[in-house]
């Protein structure tokens, strides 16, 4: 006799893999990051009310801080895009400089708008260029690539000029730093760094190029053999820090209307610490343009802050050193909390 078949075994649900969880916990943390930048400028916002409740909240000082936020944001959008992919650029204060003398020597201002507009950009992206090429192609440390530009950049700015200051005297230029060229209220070099952030989001979140960003960032030799050129990468990502140097060069001849050797000190240091308090890991691999954005926004109401109370500039410094060394202290923590 032919024994019953036994009756077949439910089968197990099967058990959810490790990694795909992790997913949404990650951008859960990057969320709350956001939400923590928020809240940190709302209370400042709050304690700028507070301590000047005549001059902090008035229009015009809050086109002030915007337009001043501008500049430095433009730069900080594409610095991080090179701190992402695990690279540092030290010479983004020195390109704006060079940029924005070049750009306001009498035979660029010859050629009028057009003419200044497109040396402060070939300027830049020509700094990047070089950056690039030294580094991707070069083999050279970027800590020592861009330190080197950022002497050399300095220094032709100051042979440029003979440590002079160059009044810029194209009206069409001057013109857009006056309150009649603001659109609803907002000056245009409000809406330029809102372009250039909206740009950054989009290329940094769903393009290729992102995505390759933030894979060399994350491992270098892993994105080789998965088919990345990752020096040409980096080629391009210094290639667009020049680029958003030199539009910041731009709006900061039209802010200050000349250029002078001078401009664009300690950029550097703003846009490192507006990246890293943004929530931008310095090793690479993590970052978002949102974050950058806040963290400048933060960096500028605090200084706007400071003036208005009168305070020193050196306190300013040391309040930004202590910023940073605290927004580094927690990212160690978050980054071994998530291995």
Do not use: H
């Not at 580094?135 to 100051?158: D, E, K, N």
């Not at 995505?211 to 080629?235: H, K, P, T």
């Not at 950029?267 to 890293?276: G, H, K, P, T």
């Not at 929530?279 to 933060?298: A, Q, Y």
């Amino acid at each position: 006799m032919t024994q019953p078949a036994s009756p077949a075994r439910p089968a197990e649900p099967k058990r959810a893999d490790a990694p795909p969880a992790r997913a949404p916990l990650k951008a859960l943390r990057a969320d709350l990051r956001t939400l923590s930048l928020l809240g940190v400028l709302v209370a400042l916002i709050v304690i700028g009310g507070i301590t000047q409740p005549d001059s902090f909240l008035d229009t015009d000082n809050v086109q002030l801080v915007l337009t001043q936020a501008s500049v430095i944001g433009v730069v900080t959008v594409g610095m991080t895009f090179v701190i992402i992919s695990g690279g540092i650029d030290l010479s983004v204060g020195a390109i704006v400089a060079l940029a924005s003398v070049w750009a306001t020597t009498v035979a660029t201002q010859e050629y009028g708008f057009l003419g200044i507009l497109f040396t402060a950009i070939v300027v830049g992206v020509g700094c990047g260029l070089v950056n690039g090429v030294l580094i991707a192609y070069g083999s050279m440390v970027p800590f020592i690539a861009t330190l080197a530009m950022l002497a050399s950049g300095r220094g032709l700015a100051l042979q440029l000029t003979d440590g002079k200051t160059q009044v810029v005297t194209v009206d069409s230029v001057l013109s857009l730093g006056e309150r009649d060229s603001y659109i609803l209220g907002i000056p245009p070099l409000v809406l330029v760094f809102a372009a250039v952030t909206v740009i950054g989001w989009l290329v940094l979140n769903r393009t290729t190029f992102g995505r390759r960003s933030v894979a060399v960032g994350g491992n270098a030799e892993a994105a080789r053999l998965a088919g990345i050129d990752v020096r040409r990468q980096r080629l391009y990502l210094y290639l667009l820090s020049g680029l958003c140097c030199g539009i910041a060069a731009f709006l900061l001849i039209v802010l200050s209307g000349s250029g002078q050797n001078t401009n664009g000190n300690l950029y550097e240091l703003d846009a490192i610490a507006a990246v890293i308090i943004g929530g931008t890991l310095l090793t690479g691999g993590r970052g978002t343009i949102v974050g950058s954005v806040l963290g400048v926004l933060i960096f500028t109401t605090i200084q706007n802050i400071f003036a208005l109370n009168n305070l020193q500039t050196d306190v300013q410094q040391i309040a930004k050193g202590a910023i940073i060394v605290v927004a580094v202290l927690v990212q160690g923590r978050t980054s071994r909390s998530t291995t």
